[in-house]
C-alpha cells in the first residue's frame, strides 16, 4: 500500500507560481513511476506530468515549458514546479504513483485546490 499527500496548493494571481508537494508513505518510492494530474469542475481529469524512476520526465502540451516536475527518492517526494499560471490551470490537483504506467495509477492522493485568480 502507499499513501500519497499532496500539499502547496492555495490562490495566486495570473503569473505567479506555486510549487506543489507529494510525499509519499513506503520503502519503495523509487519504484514508483510518479505523475501529477489536475481535475477542473465538470472536465475531465487531466494528465500533466510524469518522472520515471531515474528522473525522466514527460508533460501535457498544455504544460510544457511552464510547469516541472521533479522527484526526491531519498525524501519519497515528488514536485510540481509551476509557473506563469494562468486562470485556466485552476482545479485540484493531484498526485500519482504506478509501478508500470502513470496514466492508468493504481494509488493516489487526496488532492489539493489550486487557485489562479485573473
Known amino acids: 500500500q502507499v499513501q500519497l499527500v499532496e500539499s502547496g496548493g492555495g490562490l495566486v494571481q495570473a503569473g505567479g507560481s506555486l510549487r506543489l508537494s507529494c510525499a509519499t508513505s513506503?520503502?519503495?518510492?523509487?519504484?514508483?513511476?510518479m505523475g501529477w494530474f489536475r481535475q477542473a469542475p465538470g472536465k475531465e481529469r487531466e494528465f500533466l506530468a510524469g518522472?520515471?524512476?531515474?528522473?525522466?520526465?514527460y508533460y501535457a502540451e498544455s504544460v510544457k515549458g511552464r510547469f516541472t516536475i521533479s522527484r526526491d527518492n531519498a525524501k519519497n517526494t515528488v514536485y510540481l514546479q509551476m509557473n506563469s499560471l494562468k486562470p485556466e490551470d485552476t482545479a485540484v490537483y493531484y498526485c500519482?504513483?504506478?509501478?508500470?504506467?502513470?496514466?492508468?495509477?493504481?494509488?493516489w492522493g487526496q488532492g489539493t485546490q489550486v487557485t489562479v485568480s485573473s
Open positions: 500519482a504513483a504506478d509501478p508500470t504506467m502513470i496514466r492508468n495509477a493504481q494509488y
Open positions: 513506503g520503502r519503495t518510492f523509487s519504484r514508483f513511476l
Open positions: 518522472v520515471g524512476r531515474l528522473g525522466d520526465t
